[in-house]
């Protein structure tokens, strides 16, 4: 069995910086991208950024400059930089991971989320 634990949320102010992170366990053979959605109230799910295996990120137009993905394929871990916050940022922010298991084909992992409020 695989799960993907995200977590480092909390409340920061307007301007501030925040740093979350995603781990996955369990029985993988190897993770393939990983990425970062968020959901705000009323809202769908939108991609925010994602790495590949090897490194390569790309990034949602809002949060170009400001947020920073990075990836420890040793630890099966991903870690998600904020900078410059906005409240718009405010969302529960969720990691999907493209994982292999043993005796499964590919699957797309989600967790559980992990909440961001941006408020003074």
């Known amino acids: 069995q695989v799960q993907v634990v995200e977590s480092g949320g909390g409340l920061v102010q307007p301007g501030g910086s925040l740093g979350i992170s995603c781990a996955a366990s369990?029985?993988?053979?190897?993770?393939?991208?990983i990425a970062w959605y968020r959901q705000a109230p009323g809202k769908e799910r939108e991609l925010v950024a994602r790495?590949?295996?090897?490194?390569?990120?790309n990034y949602a137009d809002p949060v170009k400059g400001r947020f920073t993905i990075s990836r420890d394929n040793a630890k099966n871990t991903v870690f998600l930089q904020m900078n410059s916050l906005k409240p718009e940022d405010t969302a529960v922010y969720y990691c999907n991971a493209h994982i292999l298991t043993y005796g499964t084909n590919w699957l797309f992992i989600w967790g559980q989320g992990t909440q961001v409020t941006v408020s003074s």
């Open positions: 369990g029985t993988i053979i190897m993770i393939n991208d």
């Open positions: 790495i590949t295996r090897g490194g390569s990120t």
